[in-house]
């Protein structure tokens, strides 16, 4: 169940030409039980847009005789396309599946498409805001009729913005979480969330409901960007009365490719025969037993974090742990004492949820880390949640509805109790019990659990039970571990490296493998450290932005520098930029050329300059201050950049700290630039970019600039 699928013109398509290496629905030997439209086919071809997929179910059963698994549709919801899906949001803002509509209210709210996570976290705070508030619903009907889901689409209807604003207006902290303090956008917003919320439990629980009978399945796999909404699937394996429910830790689009594996390598059609055997005429290989692991990510070598660490050691100090359990008595320790301790072990995880390999970890039981990691690790909005991972046989003494873990005679744990191994379900946290893990403890007393065995995780449950054995505690903070703004879970060594300096010290500990690094603090102490010698981190771009006055007086408003090399950079690439030098045929001498293609992710901008001096007019004048260019040098050159969002760009104080950052060459000594800017006033300096500073500079002035540019990783000692 996700907001869209796949085209049914292109399966026709395929169906047409032949295709038989594109598996889709239409080629499946036997249809659906039900398909909405029925007339699907003429229905399609008049549309101006074409029809694409919306829900599906299907039922599928192993074949013991061979095997394999035997797979039946049962239902096939088609949604006409109302827009042009080459828009940014893929035209879901008039699709009618319940995954698109939800979508849609997350564009109202946050103004993207996309973030139907912080919708579910945003909906139980309407029962904290609007105490007299009535909720109208939004979506309603049935997913199994024709024309049988109706929308209000009155209540989706825009001003031009949406409701979020600023940041959703919440980006003073856990204050404005109050009732008193939240505004009147908030309440908006969070009563549109929570109406949306409890429109997709009742449309989904009710279509699942009936699907039960008429299919007769015992069990339920939930699949779909709709399956990542945590607080849905909570109710679907406790109210539905199936034996199993499985949320694949990849449900959304993330998780096709393995879908597609799985069924090339055992899907079977009506004739008996696997695709696998289809394809290659030997037989398939055996049927997986359980879920694949989700840990899927690249495997990186002990080199590769050496090198990470050590490209870095100008700013960090570094401790070496060769003993596993005394990483782990170390990592327990310290989140038991409040900080907050990022954690990157072996392949990371496919899907999006961070699941205890790229994970910053936290004390459940300290109610400010809500509010910390929030505002000073992640810099997000302050209403949204956290989410706790805690050892599956304890989960049942902490969380409502889950049945307690049983060994068999061989001590092996069963299913009962591992009900969210994946963090997919939203359980009710006991009576009595909030208090105890507050900071994983939702406004409506609920939180989105991973429960952790150890024959799955066994590192990552060691530390959980360290951490019990200090505290009483079965559990730890678990969220993401990823603090630069629009970027994913990190990645590589580089990257967990490169997000834990990002957190400019909000973040006390980053364990790597075997490596224990803390941000090293700056040398500079009052009148210490004066004989060092700084050095930049590397060549940069300086720009300044001047405000007018109406008497023609100006006032710089903004300094700003571009340092490809610097090991915080927000682009990996050359900073974003990507030159491409040679000649350009349709030149004009006196002219330059200038097009710019807005993607939602990359902006791509190509200049033709006869000289460097229309290059600066042009950045300057065109592009400024949302791109610039790093290397101007190149005569007669076509200069193609592509730019990440907010890209590269680090905001100096001021124009003293752009002056300091140009004196750090590694020769002179932070005496000889307190001694060159103090004295002079900044005149005289090698290389000085202004003829005077603005006002009297002082050796505190300078220091403080020092120690604000190694916290930013600019310069080195």
Not at 341 to 361: D, F, I, K, N
Not at 540 to 566: H, N, Y
Request: charged share 20%; with cysteine.
């Amino acid at each position: 169940m996700d907001g869209m699928g796949e085209t049914y013109g292109a399966m026709q398509a395929a169906l047409a030409s032949g295709d038989e290496a594109y598996a889709h629905d239409l080629a499946l030997s036997r249809s659906p039980a039900t398909v909405i439209p029925a007339d699907i086919k003429a229905k399609a071809g008049a549309a101006e847009h074409g029809y694409r997929e919306g829900e599906s179910a299907y039922t599928f059963q192993r074949d013991r005789a061979s095997n394999r698994i035997h797979i039946t549709p049962l239902l096939k919801r088609w949604i006409e396309e109302k827009s042009p899906p080459t828009l940014y949001n893929h035209g879901f803002e008039n699709m009618m599946s319940a995954g698109a509509v939800y979508s849609r209210v997350s564009s109202n709210i946050f103004g993207d498409w996309n973030a139907c996570g912080k919708v579910m976290g945003l909906a139980p705070w309407h029962g904290a805001w609007n105490k007299q508030r009535s909720l109208s619903s939004v979506m309603r009907g049935s997913l199994l009729e024709e024309e049988g889901l109706q929308v209000d689409w009155d209540a989706l209807r825009m001003d031009g913005k949406p409701l979020a604003g600023n940041r959703f207006y919440l980006d003073a902290g856990a204050e404005a979480l109050s009732a008193a303090a939240a505004s009147p956008e908030s309440k908006t917003a969070a009563a549109l969330a929570q109406s949306v919320q409890l429109d997709l439990e009742s449309l989904v629980l009710n279509t699942v409901k009936e699907l039960k009978a008429v299919s007769k399945a015992r069990n339920l796999c939930f699949c779909g960007g709709v399956a990542l909404n945590s607080v849905l699937n909570g109710k679907l394996t406790r109210e539905l009365g199936f034996e199993q429910t499985f949320i694949p830790p990849y449900p959304g689009d993330d998780g096709i490719a393995i879908g597609c594996c799985a069924y090339a390598l055992f899907g079977q059609d009506g004739d008996g025969r696997s695709r696998s055997q289809e394809s290659s005429g030997s037989a398939s290989p055996p049927l997986w037993t359980e879920p694949l692991s989700p840990y899927q990510g690249p495997t990186y070598s002990a080199e590769e974090v050496e090198e990470a660490v050590a490209n870095a050691a100008g700013w960090l100090d570094v401790t070496r742990v060769e003993e596993e359990e005394e990483l782990v008595s170390q990592t327990a320790a310290a989140v038991a004492q409040g900080q907050v301790v990022a954690w990157w072990q072996g392949r990371s995880e496919a899907g999006p949820r961070a699941l205890g390999h790229r994970t910053l970890l936290a004390d459940p039981r300290n109610a400010s880390m809500v509010s910390h990691i929030n505002s000073n690790v992640k810099g997000r909005e302050a209403f949204r949640p956290f989410a706790p991972s805690v050892l599956a046989e304890e989960a049942s003494n902490w969380f409502q509805g889950i049945s307690p873990c049983t060994r068999d005679s061989l001590g092996r744990w069963g299913l009962e109790g591992n009900v969210s191994p994946y963090m997919s379900l939203t359980v009710k946290v006991k009576e009595g019990l909030w208090d105890k893990i507050p900071a994983v403890t939702h406004v409506d007393g609920t939180s989105r659990l991973q429960s952790v065995k150890e024959e799955q995780e066994p590192l990552y449950y060691r530390l959980i039970r360290a951490f019990f054995k200090l505290t009483g505690v079965p559990m730890v903070l678990n969220t993401s571990f990823n603090t630069i703004k629009s970027e994913p879970i990190t990645e590589s060594p580089s990257d967990g490296v490169r997000s834990f300096l990002h957190a400019r010290g909000s973040i006390a500990k980053l364990v790597m493998g075997k490596y224990v690094l803390q941000r090293r603090a700056c040398p500079l102490q009052g009148n210490e450290g004066h004989e060092l010698r700084p050095v930049s981190s590397g060549p940069f771009l300086l720009e300044t932005a001047e405000r007018v006055q109406q008497d023609g007086a100006g006032e710089v408003s903004r300094v700003r520098i571009q340092m490809p090399t610097c090991i915080m950079s927000c682009d990996t690439l050359n900073g974003g930029w990507i030159t491409l030098t040679g000649k350009c045929p349709y030149m004009c001498p006196y002219m330059s050329v200038y097009v710019l293609i807005c993607r939602p992710y990359m902006s791509l901008f190509v200049l033709v300059c006869p000289y460097e001096g229309w290059i600066t007019l042009i950045v300057y004048v065109l592009v400024c201050p949302y791109m610039s260019i790093y290397d101007l040098t190149v005569y007669m050159s076509l200069h193609v950049l592509i730019c990440r969002p907010y890209g590269g760009w680090i905001t100096l104080t001021d124009e003293l700290e752009a002056e300091i950052l140009a004196c750090c060459n590694g020769q002179n000594s932070v005496e000889d630039i307190i001694s060159q800017l103090v004295s002079a006033g900044g005149a005289g300096v090698e290389g000085d970019m202004w003829e005077e500073l603005a006002e009297e500079v002082t050796v505190s002035d300078v220091v403080d600039r020092l120690s604000r540019l190694y916290q930013e990783c600019l310069i080195s000692f």
